[in-house]
């Protein structure tokens, strides 16, 4: 695996699909098959990791945990399960 990108996800129940599609399909055509998005969900109370679980792409890694612990802690907890080579994090609304 060359590349990770870990999305934390807070309250983002609605954007997380649309997210997912576009990274997708603008790092596929130039990464191909070597690269993976963590979202990690950080203990949002709607339906945010529901979402990220219905997520079907191979390149989706769905990770969550239950209790809202911060941004910070979220990218953390996704960078030290990324498998890339190269790691870089993003809001979900791709800011």
Known sequence: MKYSLV???????GRVTDTAARLTGALTPRW???YEILFV???SPDGTWDEIRALTD???VPL?????????HAVRYGMLRARGE????CDCDLA
């Not at 190269?86 to 994090?89: E, K, M, V, W």
């Open 86 to 89: 190269f790691r870089a994090f």
């Open 58 to 60: 191979p390149h989706v």
């Open 32 to 34: 191909g098959e070597d």
């Open 7 to 13: 999305i934390p996800a807070y309250k983002e129940e």
């Open 64 to 72: 969550g945990y239950p209790d809202n612990r911060g941004k910070g």
């Open 41 to 43: 969900c950080d203990g």
